[in-house]
């Protein structure tokens, strides 16, 4: 029986995605470096199936069916004849995923999906080296935290069969997350575009001097953002009127950047080692301000707009 969700990857990532295929029911292997990745691996995924019970997202005992299904190991050619679904989840770069396809293509059936959770690579120059079956090739980009947003982007490539995306898609929101289909391969995907835009003229604000970064980030919290789960840009077009939206953007949008290179203000930062949290500076200094408070907030504020989302039957 084909009912496996193999997930090629031990990080945050994977564990996430791990998470979320075993509340679905499906055994869920994640697939690490070494036995001791993968066993941090399948520990972290439990967690997260902990978390989603403690928000009440789930029972106590669906989250102990769930964490039952999970399992970890380091040799993905032992589920070739198990795996339904199979999704790439390793570091970010091209020719580490380009071999690891390659490698996948070989030892999978044709009828085995493979997806790979990129953010910001095409699916297209993912699977080049593949040499079976290109058709079966298909972004997933979950969104992080994995196991707690709802979105996975499914980028059809340009060699990509369309029934076998719209089967990931209908698998995925069988998964209970909000999975999109995004019909061209090009950089960015879907939603990666619209925040691009977004931090674009964030950062250009700050850069002419128009608001502080405190200030941008608060317009962007407590005004359209707090809209946006239940109120998205194109409904937004709609009720307010499109010529009177014609208009705004008649008067608004030459004033904004149109930049086609990083802003000089990455450029500042960097240079200066300045990479953000990590280095405890970025934008931000991060000696006086929490990130660990920060990234709890947003977990908690995404688990109330997900219990809210259910029970109006959005999600």
């Not at 674009?200 to 608060?218: H, S």
């Not at 014609?246 to 300045?274: M, N, W, Y």
């Amino acid at each position: 029986m084909r009912d496996t969700v193999v997930i090629i990857g031990g990080g945050k990532m994977g564990a996430g995605i791990a998470c979320c295929a075993a509340l679905a029911g499906h055994p869920a292997v994640i697939i690490a470096r070494s036995e001791e990745k993968a066993a941090l691996a399948k520990k972290n995924a439990a967690a997260n199936i902990d978390e989603l019970v403690e928000a009440a997202l789930y029972t106590p005992e669906q989250g102990e069916k769930a964490k039952a299904l999970l399992a970890a190991g380091t040799d993905a050619a032992a589920f070739t004849d198990s795996a339904c679904l199979v999704i790439e989840a390793i570091y970010e770069n091209l020719p580490l995923k380009q071999d690891m396809f390659k490698a996948l293509d070989e030892i999978f059936p044709a009828e085995v999906p493979l997806c790979s959770n990129t953010s910001g690579l095409r699916i297209t120059d993912i699977s080049e080296k593949c040499e079976k079956h290109l058709e079966r090739t298909v972004t997933t980009h979950f969104w992080f935290p994995g196991h707690l947003v709802p979105l996975v982007e499914v980028v059809v490539g340009d060699r990509t069969d369309i029934e076998v995306a719209k089967a990931v898609k209908a698998e995925l929101n069988r998964w209970g997350k909000a999975a999109v289909l995004v019909k061209q391969d090009k950089p960015g995907q879907l939603a990666n575009r619209i925040l691009q835009a977004v931090i674009r003229e964030a950062v250009n604000i700050v850069e002419i001097g128009l608001a502080d970064p405190e200030d941008v980030d608060t317009a962007v919290k407590m005004g359209m953002g707090i809209r946006f789960p239940v109120w998205g840009p194109l409904e937004h077009i709609d009720a307010a009127r499109l010529d009177l939206c014609q208009s705004v953007q008649r008067t608004v949008l030459p004033e904004i950047t149109a930049r086609q290179d990083p802003s000089p203000v990455f450029a500042e930062h960097v240079d200066k080692g300045e990479i953000g949290y990590e280095s405890g500076k970025g934008i931000y200094d991060w000696s006086v301000k929490d990130m660990d408070t920060l990234a709890k907030n947003r977990n908690d504020f995404i688990i109330y707009a997900r219990k809210f989302m259910t029970e109006r039957g959005l999600l």
